[in-house]
């Protein structure tokens, strides 16, 4: 059995993820309330894999799970993109006539926007975690509370739903990474394997510095998918700039990497994965 950790409960997007990525393995989850728990899990247990959401379509990256990727010396070893479709759903013998409050991670409210404006008479409160929201209804028993999280809570938590499919954008997806302790992380991916990395560095306040590297990723034909730069704390006007590339030739790759190694500081592989598949909910 293979344990994971993740931010959540069960029935969360996390959990859904987990799932997705480890398709067909039976899954001991280890859920966390914050992601620093999470990658604490595989600091005391080398055998657990941490599962965390870094970006999405609409809501952009989560800039501190950067931070805590590179702290953590933890390895990336794979990436899932999960289709997010969201319901609202209460207890059973409550109907739309009944709901004042509607509960839900911060995100998932925004990315419904619209479906709240149409229901501005709802009190909408910011929880920590949108199946954690329809757990708490559901244990409470909270009438006129309703929650919006993934579809599959309903059963879950002995929920009603009352509209499936209310996000604003359908076209609403989240990119999570798989990531292991770096004795182990071979063993899920083999780096022969992959055709994407992660890499972390920073670079001198000189002009072009940027350019630079970036010439040297196109001429050995690599792939930059994107690119987050994040200011280090107490160095003023400097950045750390975490960079995703995508590559068909392995050695290519590796000789990129030897190429702009001297002409930056404090580069770090964050993982070489394979490029990760899209799935609906």
Known sequence: MRKVAIQGVVGSFHDIAAHKFFE????????????????????????VVALIAIENTIAGSLLH??????????????????????????????????????????VALMQCREFLKRHAGLKVVETDDTAGSAK????????GHAAICSKYCADL???????EGI?????????????????????????????????VFSLPHNEGSLSQVLSIFSFY????????????IGREWEYMFYVDVTYNDYTRYRQSIDAI?????????????????????
């Not at 067909?24 to 055998?47: H, R």
């Not at 899932?80 to 009944?98: A, E, F, G, Q, Y």
């Open 24 to 47: 067909g393995e039976e899954l001991e989850l280890i859920c966390c309330d914050t992601f620093e728990q999470v990658f604490n899990e595989v600091k005391q247990d080398a055998n």
């Open 65 to 106: 799970n950067y931070e805590l990727l590179r702290e953590s010396g933890t390895q990336i070893v794979g990436e899932h993109k999960l289709r997010i479709s969201h319901s609202i759903m209460c207890l059973p013998d409550d109907n739309w006539d009944d709901i004042s409050e509607v509960n839900s991670h911060p």
């Open 136 to 143: 708490n209804i559901s244990e409470n028993q909270l009438h």
């Open 157 to 163: 938590y002995g929920m009603k739903i009352l509209e």
């Open 167 to 199: 996000e604003t954008n359908k076209h609403n997806f989240t990119r999570f990474l798989v990531t292991a302790d770096s004795w182990n992380a071979e063993q899920i991916c083999h780096p022969s394997k992959s055709n994407k990395a992660s890499i």
């Open 221 to 232: 034909r690599i792939n930059l998918t994107k690119i987050q730069s994040l200011p280090i």
């Open 261 to 281: 190694r001297p002409l930056t500081k404090q580069l770090k592989i964050l993982g070489e994965y394979q490029d990760g598949k899209s799935t609906i909910e």
